[in-house]
């Protein structure tokens, strides 16, 4: 069955402008959540969704704002680019209960973002 | 100071080795997870632990609760191993997981 899908893949953006990005769980998966990867902070959580309810949300100013769908698609949105944002927009997905159910956690290939 | 800390943060192997990855972290845990890390971005989830040992193929994971410790070792060690390993936990009913560093594994020919 396909994987997680994220697009776009590579995407650039100027400072100030707003980037949206796109992910389609497995199908039957009700749990998406968001990291965002640097090279110098890592990989950080940034929220998760399961049945389109934002369950968890990690310390990131409000610039950065997600959904999810009915048919738990989800995206993500960054408002007003800094140059900091660039990074690696990773989504993964799970079936019902996210990280704590102890179901398999299936990591999308990510976005990524470089913001000039 | 880091709730979890990685060693080594790089390491180079021969192909055949035996490698260990180790996680330490500060608070109490749900659960732990291994994770592979392949250049171009993409992450394989490994392991969930939360407590004991589990094995799949030539990897194994560990998990010592009181002292706050995890391992992952690979046997066998081959060049496809090559990778970014990180450990990651989930803290209470927080369902957000918190990262390691990783460690940069070179396993070569």
């Known amino acids: 069955k396909a994987g997680v899908t994220q697009t776009p893949r590579y995407l650039i953006k100027t400072r100030g402008q707003q980037v949206t990005l796109s992910c389609s769980p497995i199908s039957g998966h009700r749990s998406v959540s968001w990291y965002q990867q640097t090279p110098g902070q890592g990989l950080q959580f940034l929220f998760e969704y399961f049945s389109e309810t934002q369950r968890n949300k990690g310390n990131f100013p409000g610039r950065f704002s997600g959904r999810q769908f009915s048919n738990s698609r989800s995206e993500m949105n960054v408002s007003t680019l800094e140059l900091g944002d660039s990074a690696l927009y990773l989504c993964a997905s799970s079936l019902g209960g996210g990280v704590l159910s102890g179901n398999t956690i299936y990591f999308g290939e990510g976005s990524w973002l470089t913001v000039v | 100071k880091n709730e979890v800390e990685q060693s080594p943060q790089n390491l180079t192997a021969q192909e055949g080795e035996f490698i260990t990855i180790n996680c330490s972290y500060s608070?109490?845990?749900?659960?732990l997870h291994w994770l592979q890390q392949h250049p171009g971005g993409g992450i394989v989830s490994l392991f969930m632990?939360?407590?004991g040992k589990k094995k799949h193929g030539r990897l194994i994971a560990t998990i010592n609760i009181q002292e706050k410790h995890s391992s992952l070792h690979i046997t066998a060690s081959h060049p496809r191993d090559s990778a970014v390993y990180i450990c990651?936990?989930?803290?209470?009913?927080?369902?957000?997981?918190?990262f390691g560093k990783g460690t940069k594994l070179s396993v070569k020919p």
């Open positions: 990651a936990f989930t803290r209470g009913s927080q369902g957000n997981l918190i």
């Open positions: 632990l939360s407590s």
């Open positions: 608070v109490g845990i749900s659960a």
